[in-house]
């Protein structure tokens, strides 16, 4: 996600949180168990160091409805409706589905 507080990709991380941990790797891929030699939880000092990672980015939609009251002279704002779906990321110079490619668009887009 990006630096700022108010970005769908911000707002709506832990749904991105939740579904690649929970959803797809525990329960549709089944990944439960530790590798050898790379413990489940530990300190990140005793992690070992990784070459590539995957990225799951959120393409989210939302329905907003504004509406202004001309006796208070005042707006209202509400969200009507939410769609979350989740994608491999789309990285900068065509890496997609690469945390560092990732980053890398986040940085060049101005949004880290």
């Not at 700022?4 to 891929?29: A, K």
Request: proline share 3%; charged share 20%.
């Amino acid at each position: 996600w990006d630096q700022w507080d108010e970005s769908r990709s911000t707002r709506y991380r832990g749904n991105n949180l939740f579904y690649v941990s929970f959803y797809d790797h525990l329960y549709q891929r089944g990944y439960v168990k530790s590798l050898p030699g790379a413990p489940m939880c530990a300190c990140t000092e005793q992690m070992p160091v990784v070459s590539r990672s995957d990225c799951t980015e959120l393409l989210v939609t939302e329905n907003i409805d504004f509406t202004y009251s001309a006796n208070s002279k005042s707006f209202s704002v509400t969200t009507t409706e939410v769609n979350v779906e989740y994608a491999a990321c789309q990285g900068a110079n065509g890496n997609n589905n690469d945390l560092q490619a990732y980053y890398e668009r986040l940085v060049d887009e101005g949004r880290q």
